[in-house]
C-alpha cells in the first residue's frame, strides 16, 4: 500500500439554517456531517481502511456508501466498494477500527473517483469525498473498436475463401459467396499474369474473370485504398475515433499489390470504416493472407 506521504483528504459538510435577518432558526435542523479520511490516491488491487465520524441533530436511520466518478457516475461494487457496518437510531457515530474499508479491485480502471455518503437523519444529505486509484486497468476513451481475424485464400485454395465479408469478419468459400454477392466488401486472388497476389473489389474480381467471381450478378464496387500506417500502429488503434476519416477522393484504385505489414482502409457494403492489416502472407494460387480487422 503506498500511502507514504500523500496527502490524506479530509471533507466535511455542514448545513446550518438562517432566517432572514441573520439569526439561526431554532426550529430548523442542521443537515448532518460527515468526516472522513481518504487517502487521496489508492492503489488498485488493495483494501484500505477509513477513520472518521457522522453526527446529526436528530437520530440517524441509514448511512449509504457508494462510489461514483469524477463525473458523478456510478462505478459498479465489483469494482469499487465500500464496505461499513450498519448504522441507525444514533445521533453520532465513529468510523475505526477497520469497521470501515474500501476495496479496489485489481481490474478498476486508474482515474478520479469520490465515495459518495447519504445520511438520512430528519433532513438528508449527501458529502463527497474525492480520490485517485493508480496502477489500474486503462480504458480507452471513445467507442471501442470491433476486432476479427480473417484467413482469405488465393483463387485455387481450398480450404479458406477469397470473398472477404469485413462486417460479418468471415471469407466466404465460393457457395457461400454466391448466396452473398452483394455483403462481400474485398476479394482475395493470385494474379498469374503479373504473378502477384492482391486484393481488389468484388466488381474487379468478376471483371478478371477469377473463376470464384465470373458468374456474379452485380457485384459490389467497394471503395477502399492502402494508407500509411505501420503494422504496430494498426495494434494501437483501440477506439473508433482514433480510426483515420475516410476520402472518396483518395479511394480511385480497384486492387491493389499485398505484402506484409500492409494497411488499408475500407468503406464497407454496410458503410462502416474498417481498417484492415495484412499479417501473414503465403504467396501463390493456392496461398492465403490473415488480416486483423478493426472498425
Known sequence: MKIGLRTIVCAFALGIGFTGCGLLDPDESSAPEVTLSV?????????????????????I????????????????????????????????????????????????????????????????????????????????????????????????????????????GVAWLSADARNNISKID??????????????????WAKASAFDYAKNWTNPPQTKFYKITMTAAEFDAVTTKEEIPEFSESKA????SNVANGDVFIVK????????ICITEKVPGSTGSIKIKLAK
Open 39 to 59: 487517502p487521496s490516491i489508492l492503489d488498485a488491487g488493495t483494501t484500505t481502511p477509513i477513520t472518521g465520524e457522522v453526527k446529526a441533530s436528530e437520530e
Open 61 to 168: 436511520s441509514s448511512v449509504i456508501f457508494t462510489v461514483v466518478t469524477a463525473q458523478n457516475e456510478s462505478v459498479s461494487e465489483s469494482r469499487i466498494q465500500v464496505e461499513g457496518p450498519t448504522v441507525k437510531g444514533v445521533k453520532s457515530f465513529k468510523f475505526k477500527d477497520n469497521n470501515l474499508k474500501i476495496k479496489i479491485s485489481s481490474n478498476t480502471p486508474s482515474g478520479d473517483y469520490k465515495i459518495k455518503v447519504t445520511v438520512k437523519a430528519d433532513v438528508e444529505n449527501d458529502t463527497y469525498f474525492p480520490f485517485t486509484v493508480e496502477g489500474g486497468s486503462t480504458e480507452p476513451e471513445g467507442t471501442p473498436v470491433q476486432t476479427a481475424t480473417i484467413t482469405a485464400g488465393a483463387n485455387s485454395n481450398p480450404d479458406h475463401g477469397s470473398s472477404i465479408d469485413l462486417d460479418q
Open 186 to 203: 474485398l476479394c482475395y486472388a493470385y494474379s498469374g499474369v503479373n504473378k502477384v497476389e492482391k486484393i481488389g473489389t468484388p466488381a
Open 252 to 255: 480511385t484504385e480497384v486492387s
Open 268 to 275: 464497407t457494403t454496410e458503410s462502416a470504416i474498417a481498417l
